[in-house]
């Protein structure tokens, strides 16, 4: 397709000459016929000037085809050389900016055919955003006001697509503007390649500022070309302060030093270079790792502080130091232990540790390549005399099973053949760091101990049938020595409705006072003998401590009034949980002793809660305790401010019982005391539920009123005592020594008994409990019935237990045998 010129100055008017040759011509023919007339000179001089003009007319009309000529040729060489730069765009533009040409360059890049654009405005190469913004009359301002506009930019082809161009326009014409040149070079390759280099060289760049190292580039006139933060930040200067200038210059301290030599070399041998730099600063030991290798460019050097890290290798080697002093000081231990030792590492099962006992116990050389099974496979054996497997040694099973195997016995065969028993103990032993398990074995000689095993086990069959013959005798002492006594205090109560007042009835005071010390001592004593036994089994129940508290105010009251003293029980509606009898005698215990050392003043018993537990506090104002009496008052016998052993004053046994039952019941004593002042005990008791109310009764001794009571006992004195003294309080008495003569006599009287009163323990074997049941299986009823007891074993509080029944326990007042028949009476 011809292309149109590109614009340029017009020619002459061709037109406008051949008018002017035909006017020339005609003016000589006129000229011609008025010289043939004689006389006109003027005329020819007017020919001849006009021949003049027509041969530069002639001339002209030649120099203006050739110049035509010239034209042509020059327009067909510029559009080939037009058409020919294809890598260029190069539009042609009118004054108002509309295509007029276009070459094959824009057709290549742009995409439309010159046909198609000729006439347009340049707008339409233009991405629309630019279009609004003006662009392309800004371009064609500042061309016409400069001659020339040069910029890059997006610019759009025909299917839509953007491409980016470097270009310019040039104005066309001096004095009059005749059109704008625009000339594009699409560089949309090149900017891509320049945004991957950026894109490259700032992850590059990224890179050298995330590492932990400082980093410096330098040329090969080692002036300083990059460096990354850390480096910055190690030199203390700006970056743009360093760049450009000399490495020594940034880093001055280098100069002379290995820093200097390590970077010379890298520049001019240009080998790479790793080193480690020792300096001082600031009084102290300083380390750099220097790694130094040549580029292209010139040389790229990391180095970082290291002196933490030869200090911790510092400390290591001490450390190691240290450690193989320890492990020599250690087996040096290992060696003057009495036992047998051996490690052994769990996934190889070789021995690494032994100490020489253990070679000399087992007589074999023990080396560290042993499996660890080895060692202990010298013909080891049962007690059954059949040998051990491999997997049944405890070192092998504490490093299978990672459980700890202990204290097992073992028949080993030694080197010189002798059989030895060793006690031999495993353990795995746990790494923190999770290293491999280890276990750890220690063993020695048990053959002597077994021997004397063999001698005490026939020492505890002995002292086992001692223990029985103890309890025979505490069985008996039970029963056989409270009897006499038990009858003593009945026929004593009995004695008072038949002495009248004088020197008997002073006799028979001195009596009472007789037999009840004589009580108290007995049953110190026989409840020391069964506590030491392990013959007593608290009955653990939850019950009200006011009623406790009742019962032993009313009980102490008058030997405190006897002595001047006041007794005040604070009252509490705490619920414990506790032996509802065992309990009562600590706290009788406390009152007792309190009374016995107080002369003057109070004894205070007080109950406070505290978390789960009451405080049951037993306080007087007493002679106190000195401080070097304080862990000796739990002794037995042991007393204060009785040297003459006054047996009025009691045998030293009260405390040593509450001691006693405090490790029986759990409950914990304590004691202050300020001597001249007094002392204060406590109980620790725990709480227990509140029990469902009870209708009211009282624990008062109320006459008979002609009710049958029914009494059996063996013992014919303590039978007829209990007779005189219920008989005294106005009841019906049946008395029998067995329970076949009980039944018979019932069976005779034909009544049903209101009380039943029975010992635990009769002849041949037989007990009390027998008897209530019998009696109640005639009668078919459950009576009330009372169980009395020298004995503080467990049998008798089981059977009561079972059967509701109640229990007195021997030797018994009369007053406290009446509270307890009138207990049973009322359901309790």
Known sequence: MTQPSPPSVPPPDREALLRRLTQLEREAAQLRAALGQPGQKEAREALAESRADNRELLRMNAELEASRA????????????????????????????????????????????????????????????????????????????????????????????????????????????????????????EREAEEGLRTATQRTADILESLSEAFIAIDRDYRVTYRNRKAERSSGRSRDLALGSLLWQARPAAIGTPIEEACRRVIEKRVAVEQEYRFLRDGHDMWLEIRAFPTPEGAAIFYRDITARKRADEEREQLRATLDAERRLLQAILDQMPSGLSVAEGQTGRLFIHNEQAVRL????????????????????????????????????????????????????????????????????????????????????????????????????????????????????????????????????????????????????????????????????????????????????????????????????????????????????????????????????????????????????????????????????????????????????????????????????????????????????????????????????????APSKQPPGTDDMKPGNGRFAVLVDDDAIVLFGLQAVLQQWGYEVLIAGSTEQVLERLGNAGRQPDIIVADYRLREGRFGTEAILRIREAFGAEIPALLLTGEMGPECQRDAALYNLGIAHKPVTSRQLGAAIEKRLAGK
């Open 362 to 689: 087992l007589g074999h050389p023990l080396l560290e390549s042993t499996d660890a099974q080895e060692h202990t496979r010298y013909g080891a054996l049962h007690p059954d005399g059949t040998p051990y497997r491999a997997e049944e040694y405890p070192i092998a099973r504490a490093l299978l099973t990672g459980e700890v195997v202990d204290q097992e016995e073992m028949i080993y065969r030694r080197g010189d053949g002798r059989l030895t028993t060793f006690a031999v103990s495993a353990a795995p032993v746990q790494w923190i760091d999770g290293g491999a398990p280890l276990a750890v074995s220690t063993f020695h000689d048990i053959s002597a101990r077994k021997a004397m095993q063999v001698a005490l086990q026939e020492a505890k069959e002995q002292a086992e049938q001692a223990n029985l013959a103890k309890s025979t005798f505490l069985a008996a002492a039970s029963h056989d020595l409270r009897q006499p006594l038990q009858s003593l205090l009945l026929f004593a109560a009995a004695l008072n409705n038949h002495i009248g007042e004088g020197e008997g009835r002073e006799v028979l005071a001195h009596l009472e006072r007789g037999l009840d010390v004589m009580k108290a001592l007995l049953d110190s004593l026989l409840d020391i003998s069964h506590l030491d036994a392990g013959t007593v089994e608290p009955k653990i129940e939850d019950f009200a401590v006011a009623s406790l508290m009742e019962q032993i105010q009313a009980e102490y009251t008058p030997a405190a009034t006897a002595k001047g003293l006041r007794l005040s029980v604070v009252p509490s509606p705490a619920t414990v949980r506790s032996d509802r009898t065992l309990l009562g005698r600590m706290i009788r215990n406390l009152v007792e002793n309190a009374l016995r050392y107080t002369a003057a003043g109070e004894v205070r018993l007080e109950c406070r809660p505290a978390a789960d537990r009451l405080h049951i506090e037993v306080r007087d104002t007493g002679i106190g305790i000195p401080p070097e009496h304080l862990n000796r008052i739990w002794d037995e016998f042991h007393q204060i401010g009785n040297p003459e052993r006054d047996r009025n004053q009691g045998l030293g046994l009260g405390l040593a019982i509450v001691r006693r039952l405090s490790a029986l019941l759990d409950h914990p004593v304590r004691v202050r005391s300020m001597p001249g002042k007094g002392s204060a005990f406590n109980i620790d008791v725990p709480l227990g539920r």
């Open 70 to 189: 010239a034209l042509q040729e020059s327009r067909r060489r510029t559009q080939a050389i037009l058409d020919s730069a294809t890598d260029y765009v190069i539009i042609s533009l009118d004054p108002e900016g509309r295509i007029t040409s276009w070459n094959t360059g824009a057709v290549n890049i742009l995409g439309w055919e010159a046909d198609e654009v000729i006439g347009q405005p340049i707008d339409i190469i233009f991405l629309p955003e630019q279009q609004s913004q003006g662009i392309p009359g800004k371009e064609m301002a500042t061309a016409l006001a400069e001659g020339r506009a040069m910029g890059e930019r997006w610019h759009r082809r025909k299917d839509g697509s953007r491409f980016w161009a470097k270009g310019s326009i040039m104005l066309l014409g001096d004095d009059q503007p005749l059109g704008y040149l625009k000339i594009l070079r699409d560089r949309t390759q």
